[in-house]
């Protein structure tokens, strides 16, 4: 009897240990604690630094903890080089704001910038740009700082943002650049129509990517794909106000590495500027554009819905043979229907040096004002199924 309540004592002992071992497991950082104020008004980089040094220094996982309440943050840099730990929670419950004056991040090209970091997750809270006064100034046509962007993302592998809300930024919301496995879920963007160089979300030279359930409105891209960008998903996204989502602009560079992969699908736009956009300088360049699908999309008063434009050319200046050398094939659009705000809904621009090729309309139904739109091709080789209006303008 004594021998088998020694056993249970034990036992009892071990399920003690244990899970007090696996509850100290997670080191917690509440940048509060680190000397953060919830005032809107103090410095509190030092806090958010220290809290990451903290972080990174743990061999276990670990939780950065925001509280509610306003943060003021300067331009921070958040590097994983040295990190011994490959998994960090960071968790907003309040709001971080830039500085007033945007001459303090203005130039620092990034406000909150990650880099070199490895499954890093932000979950949750809301970044304020404040990045009014600095639209103001470049719609003067002063001279003014290029901006930051809100949150920048560099050299980094499985990301992962969750519900997230980004308002009023300097320049790009989210930049996701040379990274890896990157998950972004329930992103909420919001700036004015005419807020200049805002976009939502940009990507470049990034594979596995993958953008879900988010409403973007803003100045420019609700989305926009740069050079490199491979196996992008992108599903259940609400765009406008904005410029539509872009793959581009391209061939900027005369050796450029290409975009392939990319699904857009099951989303809507409204009233803006494009739909779906691909977009090229007219310049020599070696970059591609392939594999794309376009599909289940609603369009609602937007002004360019299907676009394929490879003259840009702004003001008609760097571009010495006006032709893009970008190669544009495999492109399908599936089930995409609503309004156009000009007549013409569909318009291909192709290059004459390398005229679209492989482009695919499956059920495509758009309308201007109640009446058929138009369509309109230069340059471009394709077929069309089912139900298409716009009628189809490609060559066989």
Request: hydrophobic share 35%; with cysteine; glycine share 10%.
């Amino acid at each position: 009897m004594a021998g088998a309540l020694s056993l249970i004592l034990a036992f009892h002992f071990l399920l003690t240990f244990f899970h007090c071992s696996s509850l100290a497991a997670i080191a917690n950082y509440n940048v509060q604690n680190l000397g953060a104020k919830p005032d809107g008004k103090t410095d509190s980089t030092k806090a958010f630094l220290s809290a990451w040094a903290s972080a990174c220094a743990s061999t276990q996982a670990a939780t950065i903890y925001v509280p509610p309440g306003r943060y003021l943050l300067g331009a921070a840099t958040f590097s994983g080089q040295s990190c011994k730990n490959p998994a960090i929670n960071i968790r907003i419950d309040g709001t971080l704001v830039a500085p007033s004056n945007y001459d303090a991040i203005g130039n620092s090209g990034n406000w909150i910038k990650f880099e070199r970091v490895t499954g890093v997750s932000v979950i949750g809270g809301t970044l304020d740009g404040q990045g009014v006064d600095l639209w103001a100034c470049k719609n003067s046509d002063k001279n003014c700082p290029e901006g930051a962007t809100t949150l920048a993302f560099y050299n980094s592998n499985n990301i992962a943002i969750n519900g997230l809300s980004s308002i009023n930024s300097q320049k790009f919301h989210i930049l996701v650049d040379e990274c890896q496995n990157a998950k972004l879920v329930g992103i909420k963007v919001s700036a004015p129509g005419n807020s200049p160089n805002t976009d939502g979300i940009h990507v470049e030279k990034s594979t596995g990517v993958t953008i879900l359930n988010s409403k973007i409105g803003t100045g420019d891209d609700c989305v926009s794909i740069g050079p490199g960008t491979t196996n992008l998903w992108i599903e259940n996204v609400a765009c406008g106000p904005g410029h539509g989502i872009s793959i581009g602009s391209l061939g900027w560079d005369s050796q450029e590495p290409g975009v392939q992969n990319v699904t857009v699908k099951s989303s809507s736009f409204t009233g803006t500027e494009n739909g779906v956009r691909v977009k090229t300088w007219a310049r020599p360049s070696n970059g591609f554009v392939k594999y794309v699908l376009f599909q289940h999309l609603v369009m609602v008063n937007v002004q360019n819905p299907i676009i394929v434009d490879q003259n840009y050319c702004p003001d008609n200046k760097n571009c010495p043979n006006q032709v893009s050398g970008v190669k544009i094939s495999d492109i399908t659009y599936q089930d995409i229907h609503g309004s156009s705000a000009t007549e013409i809904a569909m318009k291909f621009v192709c290059s004459k040096q390398n005229p679209c090729n492989g482009i695919t309309l499956e059920d495509v139904n758009l309308n201007y004002k109640n009446e058929p739109a138009q369509s309109s091709c230069i340059n471009a080789d394709g077929k069309a199924t089912g139900i298409v209006q716009p009628n189809s303008c490609l060559y066989n």
